[in-house]
């Protein structure tokens, strides 16, 4: 997918992240993947790499959904302002339009949001399911914070 850029001082945080040795490095790695994997997230041959504050990815996820979902619990890590996304999707997918991205900001809500993208408020919790389980509720978002926003005709 590419390269992403999230606030490096927003976000969950994870033991090691933003260190500078190369011990430090692989254990902020270690810490990473360990995350992606606490979610249950299906990818074959995960692997995680921290350069500064860039976050690079590696592995086959079983869908886009999946592939999507990883940058972001990565990328949603105080101290990483970059994820590097090179993993690879396992199934093929019919010409589904990707998700787009949104920074929360100062003020927004899942509502908010929703009008904004599907000029209806009241879809808030399409985004919320798209977001789990990295949201536990609704109204639990922050600023800097990046969420997918599905397409509604996927």
């Given at each position: 997918?590419?390269?992403?850029?999230?606030?490096?001082?927003?976000?969950?945080?994870?033991?090691?992240?933003?260190?500078?040795t190369e011990e430090e490095?692989?254990?902020?790695?270690?810490?990473?993947?360990?995350?992606?994997?606490?979610?249950?997230?299906?990818?074959?041959?995960?692997?995680?790499?921290?350069?500064?504050?860039?976050?690079?990815?590696?592995?086959?996820?079983?869908?886009?959904?999946?592939?999507?979902?990883?940058?972001?619990v990565v990328g949603n890590?105080?101290?990483?302002?970059?994820?590097?996304?090179?993993?690879?999707?396992?199934?093929?997918?019919?010409?589904?339009?990707l998700a787009q991205f949104?920074?929360?900001?100062?003020?927004?809500?899942?509502?908010?949001?929703?009008?904004?993208?599907?000029?209806?408020?009241?879809?808030?919790?399409?985004?919320?399911?798209?977001?789990?389980?990295?949201?536990?509720?609704?109204?639990?978002?922050?600023?800097?914070?990046?969420?997918?926003?599905?397409?509604?005709?996927?």
């Amino acid at each position: 997918m590419g390269l992403f850029s999230f606030i490096k001082n927003a976000g969950a945080k994870v033991f090691g992240i933003g260190k500078t040795t190369e011990e430090e490095a692989a254990e902020a790695a270690t810490n990473l993947k360990n995350a992606v994997n606490a979610l249950g997230f299906e990818v074959a041959d995960l692997n995680v790499t921290v350069d500064g504050e860039t976050a690079t990815i590696y592995g086959e996820a079983d869908s886009q959904e999946t592939r999507e979902k990883v940058v972001l619990v990565v990328g949603n890590t105080e101290g990483i302002g970059s994820v590097d996304d090179r993993m690879t999707v396992a199934e093929v997918e019919i010409e589904v339009p990707l998700a787009q991205f949104h920074t929360v900001e100062s003020g927004d809500t899942l509502g908010k949001i929703a009008k904004t993208y599907y000029g209806n408020a009241m879809k808030y919790p399409v985004i919320f399911e798209a977001n789990k389980p990295m949201l536990s509720h609704p109204d639990k978002i922050y600023p800097g914070q990046v969420l997918r926003i599905p397409n509604l005709d996927a």
